[in-house]
């Protein structure tokens, strides 16, 4: 195994090889499939795990190990009875435009599919942590959210019905919310944002339409508005194949 001077700058050093030497059969032929990759285009179909077997000389088993840390890291992705190479990730900034904004910066076409809109009195958690008055009435909204019809991200958005009265009817559950509020003179100021990473329960994955084994980033946003009242508190999963944050720090 070889180590290029010409290494891309991120990737793991040298090419993630333990210093003993001693490379795992499967993460070997990850490396031989992943350069495979690079030079495939998006879409396109990657040979059988027999095929890959037959010429790598190893057990089905130690290809198939090897693809399933590809689609995790979303280098491949499943089509059917097959495998075929991913697009390059989503990369949102960590900011307060909305999913909307960072998707279309990128060529795709984002989207939004309702799971459900009610309303209920603020409990004590979210109250706490938001600054809204216990048992005034807040909004629920929960939507999919797509790229390009692809399923990538489930979201949760908490908002004081005061602030949007009308939500359930003058509200189109496929556009930005963030919009919606910039509509109605409302400007966000500030926020509060934490990210983990999780499993998806096994509802999320139904709804993302994802394995529950799959990695998820999910972030959690509480808002305020230019005059530092609360506004939003949002959960969003995003999959963990299929998105990366960006940001810009200064010192």
Request: aromatic share 6%; proline share 8%.
């Amino acid at each position: 195994m070889d180590y290029p001077n010409d290494q891309a700058p991120g990737a793991p050093v040298r090419s993630g090889i333990p210093e003993h030497g001693r490379v795992p059969k499967y993460y070997a032929v990850k490396a031989h499939i992943a350069r495979l990759v690079d030079e495939l285009g998006e879409g396109a179909p990657i040979p059988t795990e027999r095929d890959l077997s037959e010429r790598f000389e190893v057990a089905r088993e130690t290809v198939r190990q090897a693809l399933r840390e590809l689609v995790l890291e979303g280098k491949l992705r499943r089509q059917g009875r097959g495998t075929v190479v991913a697009g390059p990730k989503l990369a949102q900034p960590l900011s307060l435009a909305s999913y909307t904004e960072g998707v279309r910066r990128q060529g795709r076409t984002p989207g939004r599919s309702l799971v459900t809109l009610d309303r209920f009195p603020c409990p004590d958690a979210l109250a706490a942590e938001t600054g809204l008055t216990r048992g005034e009435p807040v909004w629920h909204l929960e939507r999919v959210l797509l790229a390009d019809d692809e399923r990538v991200g489930l979201e949760s958005t908490y908002v004081a019905e005061a602030r949007v009265p009308d939500l359930d009817t003058a509200f189109d559950p496929d556009s930005s919310f963030y919009a919606h509020l910039a509509e109605r003179g409302i400007a966000f100021g500030d926020a509060d944002e934490r990210i983990e990473t999780v499993l998806a329960t096994p509802r999320e994955a139904l709804l993302i339409g994802t394995p529950p084994a799959l990695p998820m980033l999910l972030i959690h946003r509480v808002s305020r508005d230019t005059e530092g009242r609360p506004l939003e508190r949002v959960r969003t999963l995003y999959r963990g194949d299929r998105f990366s944050f960006t940001t810009h720090l200064r010192g």
